[in-house]
């Protein structure tokens, strides 16, 4: 076995690992102050409802929620019927790792597609479409895609555009699961009015948890009104009866204001997604790895030697993402260093000597 050098002091295992950002804990602080009422009756949480109207530049109703899973089971099934669909990518968050909640919460069928790198087009709806309108299937009534996706790609404006006009024309919704939605508006130099309320998405899980938040996602009903009934009408009972709804709301809120303040999500998001482009171009050159794709966002997919998995993750963790190709994921965040990277790559470089 190679001496090793220390291993990085913030590991590559998620963007879920790192802490919080300083901002957020001062924001945590300074909303400390007094007592406010409860449930979202408070200064707090109307302002970061106000707040992201101004970063939509649109009406949205926004409700904040403990965490990522529930805010997706809030938004698709304040939407959604239990003999209704969604369709989604195979690899969707919703899909694999939320223990089934959206199809427990909603009862409704969740059609997972099969896809290359996690993205939908058009024609990969088409063949369900024909289960519209019979009692026998599940009825499509929702899309749900990732932005960015679970396997690191990204949509474009123009491909989320053509989706939501291909849902809209069979009649469905579009769900956007906006986990890392802010690394994909810095890598691809767009805005939320621009890539989500033009193009046509009708809701989103507006996620802060991996760019610098302590906790607390938001759910986002863009679009206002459906056959006449506004979109949202039914999210506060869904919130409640999912165990969603925050009794010191003004906790989520504070942490919400505090990241859009000054554009700090995004500069959080930007430091990550140059991050992981850092430790693509230290790694890429150790004989033994070969980058699965030019990271796009925050991740960086590798295929190693098989035998040197198990070394490296028990020099510093991060997780297998595809065993049978020997591909594994390496997460940057807001918090990742130049020194965590220079120390992977030099990790990875020797733990490879041993393998390539
Ligand atoms: C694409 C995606 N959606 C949603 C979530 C939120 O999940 P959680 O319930 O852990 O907050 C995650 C977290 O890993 C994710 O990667």
Redesign the pocket.
């Known amino acids: 076995m190679p001496i090793l050098p220390p291993p990085p002091v913030g590991s590559f295992v998620s963007d ?1 690992a790192a802490g919080v950002s300083p901002e957020v804990m001062e924001a945590l602080a300074a909303a400390n102050v007094g007592t406010a009422m409860a449930y979202g009756d408070d200064d707090w949480t109307r302002r970061a409802q106000a707040r992201l109207r101004e970063v939509f530049d649109g009406p949205v109703h926004s409700y904040f929620c403990w ?4 805010a ?1 089971v809030v938004g698709l099934a304040s939407v959604l019927r239990p003999w209704q669909a969604v369709l989604t990518a195979a690899s969707a ?1 919703i899909v694999v ?2 223990c089934g909640a959206p199809a427990r919460f909603t009862g409704s069928t969740i059609v997972p597609i099969p896809t290359d790198d996690g993205r939908l087009s058009p024609d990969l709806l088409t063949p369900w479409l024909q289960w519209q309108g019979s009692e026998h299937h599940p009825q499509p009534a929702v899309v749900s895609i ?1 932005q960015s996706t ?1 396997m690191g790609t990204l949509y474009s404006v123009d491909e989320i555009g053509a989706l939501c006009d291909a849902a809209h024309a069979a009649g469905m919704l579009v769900h956007l ?1 906006g ?2 939605i802010a690394n994909a508006l810095v890598a691809t130099g767009s805005d939320l009015p621009t890539m989500v309320r033009d193009t046509g998405v009708d809701l989103m ?1 507006l ?1 802060l ?2 760019d610098g938040a302590m906790f607390g ?1 938001t759910v986002v009903f863009v679009t206002a009104t459906r056959d006449g009934a506004p979109l949202d009408a039914e999210a506060r009972f869904v919130r409640k009866q999912a165990g969603q709804l925050v009794s010191k709301s003004r906790f989520v809120a504070a942490q919400v204001l505090a990241l859009l303040e000054d554009d700090l999500w995004l500069a959080n998001a930007r430091h990550a997604n140059l991050m992981a482009a850092r430790l693509a171009r230290s790694v890429e050159a150790i004989p033994g790895v070969r980058l699965a794709d030019e990271p796009q966002v925050n991740s960086v997919f590798v295929h190693l030697p098989s035998a040197a998995i198990a070394p490296l993750q028990q020099w510093s963790f991060f997780w297998d993402w595809d065993l049978t190709v020997d591909l594994v994921r390496w997460m940057t965040s807001f918090a990742t260093t130049d020194e965590d990277v220079q120390r992977f790559a030099a990790g990875v470089s020797a733990v490879l000597a041993g393998h390539a």
């Open positions: 879920n965490g990522g899973t529930g997706n968050h790792d939320e990732t679970e699961d986990a890392r899980t996620g948890t991996k996602e």
